[in-house]
């Protein structure tokens, strides 16, 4: 089984929340990967607070932190965004129901779609309307 780990998933799993550090060092489950959008949404949060310090404490902080969920990000496969995963961005972007969602969000569901894996996520109440995407939350 496949499964691709949203970015607030990436989160806990990077702070060691008991729940999802628990699932991943489970018996083997299946591939677990990161998409571009997961690597994208964290590290730009990073990188932000990399310009944004302030003091030199803050910005070594923040260049730590950098290091830090680039390695932890390193260590999970990278789904990127192939033809297909656009194709199925263009299907969701299509559909009369989901015009509200946010971009990044369709994004994650187009790859998780394309790949045929389940989108592991907190937020299964935003994916709920995407047809055929298969969801997990391994936080509760």
């Known amino acids: 089984m496949a499964f691709i780990l949203d ?5 806990l799993a990077f702070l060691n929340h008991e729940r999802v550090s628990g699932r991943l060092n489970a018996p083997p489950l299946g591939t677990v990967s990161v998409s571009l959008i997961t690597r994208l949404e964290i590290l730009r949060g990073r990188i932000e607070a990399v310009i944004k310090a302030a003091t030199a404490e803050e910005l070594l902080r923040a260049v730590t932190r950098l290091a830090e969920s680039e390695a932890f990000l390193a260590s999970f496969p990278l789904i990127v965004i192939d033809a297909s995963a656009a ?33 592991v996520t907190r937020n299964t109440k935003d994916y709920a309307s995407v047809p055929g995407l298969k969801l997990e939350n391994w936080a509760d």
């Open 87 to 119: 194709e199925q961005f263009e299907q969701l972007r299509a559909h009369k129901k989901l015009k509200k969602m946010d971009r990044g969000d369709m994004l994650q569901a187009a790859v998780a779609l394309a790949n045929g894996a389940t989108l």
């Open 7 to 11: 970015t607030d998933i990436a989160t």
